[in-house]
């Protein structure tokens, strides 16, 4: 089992930054790919990004490309994302999931709560 817990979510003005971060516990943080998603009032949850077990390589979706970078620290067991130039389109609720990757695909079997991020116009 992997226990996850966000926080850095809030209110933040259109162009600003936020920073969020997602703290493991349990299993070994640094064998799991590490992602953000969100998800918007009346919307499915989607994927935002993520990063590799080492932390080399990252993938974004194209609405957050250039804005948001995902960084993780295995020292701490933290990830982070690192949301910058914030639309109100961004507003969500952001989770971060530990990942199980193969030649494939990416399962994700453990979750964070969420926290709220909201951005004002």
């Known amino acids: 089992q992997v226990q996850l817990v966000e926080s850095g979510g809030g209110l933040v003005q259109a162009g600003g930054s936020l920073r969020l971060s997602c703290v493991a516990s349990?299993?070994?943080?640094?064998?799991?790919?590490m992602g953000w998603f969100r998800q918007a009032p009346g919307k499915e949850r989607e994927f935002v990004g993520e990063?590799?077990?080492?932390?080399?390589?990252?993938t974004y979706i194209d609405s957050v490309k250039g804005r948001f970078a995902i960084s993780r620290d295995n020292a701490k067991d933290t990830v982070y994302l690192q949301m910058d130039s914030v639309k109100p389109e961004d507003t969500a609720v952001y989770y971060c999931?530990?990942?199980?990757?193969?030649?494939?695909?990416?399962?994700?079997?453990?979750w964070g709560q969420g926290t709220q991020v909201t951005v004002s116009s």
């Open positions: 990063v590799s077990v080492e932390g080399v390589y990252t």
């Open positions: 999931a530990a990942g199980l990757r193969s030649i494939t695909t990416t399962t994700w079997p453990y």
């Open positions: 349990g299993r070994t943080f640094s064998r799991y790919t």
